[in-house]
Nanobody, 126 residues
Framework: QVLLRESGGGLVQAGDSLRLSCAAS????????MGWFRQAPGKERDFVAG????????AYSDLVKGRFTISRDNAKNTVYLQMDRMIPEDTAIYYC???????????????????WGQGTQVTVSS
């Protein structure tokens, strides 16, 4: 089992930046990709960004491309999501997730991520 713990959420104003962290523990050797998802009230949980532990390959939703940056620190088993030029539509609970698929493509669907963190609230005021 892979245990995930997010941190760094909060309340910011439009245009501000925020950095989320996700620390992985447990059977981290089984984790191949890490993803960030978000879920706004009444909406589905959507893919935001993903990264491969080994290659550092990244993938982004079109909604955040150019504003958000995902990175990882393999030594710390930690993944980060740097969010810049935030807009009110970024308001959601943000979840990190771990995928064990060995496919080189970064999964973008929730069903391919068996391990999830508890989520952290991000609110962007206008």
């Amino acid at each position: 089992q892979v245990l995930l713990r997010e941190s760094g959420g909060g309340l910011v104003q439009a245009g501000d930046s925020l950095r989320l962290s996700c620390a992985a523990s447990g059977r981290t050797f089984s984790s191949k990709h890490m993803g960030w998802f978000r879920q706004a009230p009444g909406k589905e949980r959507d893919f935001v960004a993903g990264i491969s532990w080994s290659s550092g390959r990244t993938a982004y939703s079109d909604l955040v491309k150019g504003r958000f940056t995902i990175s990882r620190d393999n030594a710390k088993n930690t993944v980060y999501l740097q969010m810049d030029r935030m807009i009110p539509e970024d308001t959601a609970i943000y979840y990190c997730a771990s995928a064990i698929s060995t496919d080189i493509r970064i999964p973008t669907t929730t069903s391919l991520y068996p391990y999830w963190g508890q989520g952290t609230q991000v609110t962007v005021s206008s």
